[in-house]
């Protein structure tokens, strides 16, 4: 597609339940990332995949959180036993290897997903 | 990683030329730096990127002195829609993990 897509890009859950969050990559983007971003917060790395090398997962805040992302492309983030904490803003990126060539080399981000736990 | 610092927030008028410096005194060699740009309830957007001496685009302008622990975008002439929060990251692009890092940014709020 032109851009990320990412789905629902609002969330309500109820305290306890698991949900699935859905990112779309631009086609030949070999790195998705997700960020999380509380309200009027930075953002905060949860996760990222580049290729078919193991994904670097040093940014998910517990083990209630896990991502996959199947063929390389679509990418699911699945948050267990939702805590009310976990409301933020759960935004998607992808981008190309770099190729060496200056410069303009960075990241498209979706609108990223509301999610609210009541 | 390098770190980076940035002034929280910033106050302009619209028409006004508004600079953002962005602090790293431990860039490495390989790192690029890179500024986006967010407005509400959006993702980030890549606005520009640079190595070294100045680099401008249709949107704005890179000042990267030569030792290179600073850098500073440049907005010519800002409206009341180039009100946003401006991240500034450095990281070496041959290892995207290394670019993984967003800051606090800053917040420029244009004035009429």
């Known amino acids: 597609g032109a851009g990320v897509s990412q789905s629902p890009s609002n969330k309500v859950t109820e305290k306890g339940k698991d949900v699935e969050l859905r990112c779309d990559p631009i086609?030949?983007?070999?790195?998705l990332y997700w960020y999380r971003q509380s309200l009027g917060q930075g953002l905060e790395f949860l996760i990222y995949?580049?290729?078919?090398?193991?994904?670097?997962k040093s940014g998910l805040p517990s083990d209630r959180f896990s991502a996959e992302r199947t063929g390389g492309s679509v990418s699911t983030l699945t948050i267990q036993r939702t805590q009310q904490e976990d409301s933020a803003v759960y935004l998607c990126a992808s981008s190309l290897a770099w190729s060496g060539a200056p410069t303009n080399y960075g990241y498209t981000f979706g609108s990223g997903t509301r999610l609210t736990v009541v | 990683l390098a770190k980076t610092t940035q002034p929280i927030s910033m106050d302009s008028y619209e028409g006004q030329e508004v600079n953002i410096t962005c602090s790293h005194n431990?860039?490495?060699?390989?790192?690029?730096i890179t500024w986006y740009q967010q407005f509400p309830s959006q993702g980030p957007r890549f606005i520009i990127q640079g190595y070294k001496t100045k680099v401008t685009n249709e949107v704005a302008s890179l000042f990267i002195p030569a030792d290179r622990k600073s850098s500073t975008l440049s907005l010519p002439r800002v409206s009341l829609s180039d009100t946003a929060v401006y991240y500034c990251l450095v990281g070496d692009l041959n290892n995207a993990g290394n670019m993984l890092t967003f800051g606090g940014g800053t917040r420029l709020m244009v004035k009429p």
């Open positions: 995949f580049q290729g078919n090398s193991a994904p670097d």
């Open positions: 086609s030949g983007h070999t790195a």
């Open positions: 431990n860039i490495a060699t390989n790192d690029y």
